[in-house]
């Protein structure tokens, strides 16, 4: 599966004898990003912007490996989870992660692997029990190498071609990831695709924040606002009942902003089922079919830092995601960035998408795409101090 890994861990080793390392503010060395995979280059690309924000992405996967945001004091603070090398990114047996990552064709999980369209009953790949997570996880496209093509400073724009029948998904897809540093400090992420045949898709960003800057310690301090109303049940293997529910009376309820950590040790059965939060979140901002991404629908503020983070999209739903997987069995012994190991709930994810099964469900918003129509998928992630 990967190609020219030796060779870039020889020329590393090489340039850091040399005393030839350029590092980012992030303290990634590009070098060792810069490898052959699939006999397809990958490489580290860096955007930024005036205002001390950096967003280094490697082409594998689509993936941000750090972003670096001034906290209170102008200092820069790496504030997402991930690796320093590529070698354990396209690691997938023994450092399997989804960090950063551009997911696709189907973020979240479909039951049983699988659905129906036009009368016709479509097989995926399950690679979660009997679900299909992530559109297959170690063969979906968080483990693919884009073609990349940047414009200057601020942008990236990632396109990847899965063929009719990968991982039983229907259609030949052609993909575009376009991530985007703005002055206003934003990183701004559009998914836009095409298929010659009648599909479905459902793309997300997969970030681990952590504002604190500290991977070290939970993120139990961070304080998480989503503007929605209602949100979805799930069940034992994580797929939604089907039914919609209010966040009202429950450890669901961030319509005012709290601490991650004064409900996520709830006895609330879905929090205890979960070992934390792994939610869709029904957003009020989405009315009629159409999402206003101009208006906040979610937030993440370190009252360590300083560093608000406030959300945007056009898409129903937000998965809130709180690494309760993450510091566990096997884990708990993986060196990630900065040589730190990190421990359970040590992040938040924020998740623009679809309802997660929805195409087996009748009468939420559906994730199809049929020739001649263009997917458009939006989310925005704007950080200031607070």
Known sequence: ?????????????????????????SGLDAARFDTVINEKPVKL????????????ITNYG?????????????????????????????DTLNSPSDYGSSVGRYANRIAKGQFTLNGETYQLKQNDGENCLHGGGTTGWMNQVYDAEQEGDSLLRLT?????????????????????????NTLDITWEATSDKETIINQTNHNYYNLSGDFTQAAYDQELFINADYFIPSDEAYIPTGEICSVEGTPMDFRKAHAVGDSINSDYDQIKNAGGYDHNFCLNTFEDGHGDDTKVCASLYSPKTGILMEMRTNEPGVQVYSGNFQGIGRDADIIRKHGVKYPKHVSVC???????????????????????????????YTFSIK
């Not at 993936?63 to 090398?85: A, I, M, Q, T, Y």
């Not at 623009?352 to 001649?372: A, T």
Request: aromatic share 8%.
């Open 1 to 25: 599966m990967i190609g020219g890994i030796g060779v870039a861990i020889t020329l590393l080793t090489a340039c850091a004898d040399k005393g030839q390392q350029q590092l980012t503010v």
């Open 350 to 380: 924020l998740e623009s998408q679809k309802y997660p099964d929805s195409p087996n469900k009748q009468g939420w918003v559906q994730p199809v795409l049929k020739p001649g129509e263009r997917y458009y998928s939006h989310a925005a």
């Open 62 to 90: 689509g993936r941000v490996v750090s972003l670096v945001v001034p906290d209170r004091d102008g200092k820069p603070v790496d504030v997402v989870l991930g690796f320093d090398n590529i070698h354990q990114y396209a």
């Open 45 to 56: 690309y860096t955007l930024k912007n005036e205002n001390g924000i950096e967003v280094c």
């Open 160 to 184: 990847i071609v899965a063929e009719d029948g990968e991982n039983g998904f229907p259609g030949r897809v052609t993909a575009t990831t376009t991530y985007k540093v703005t002055e206003n």
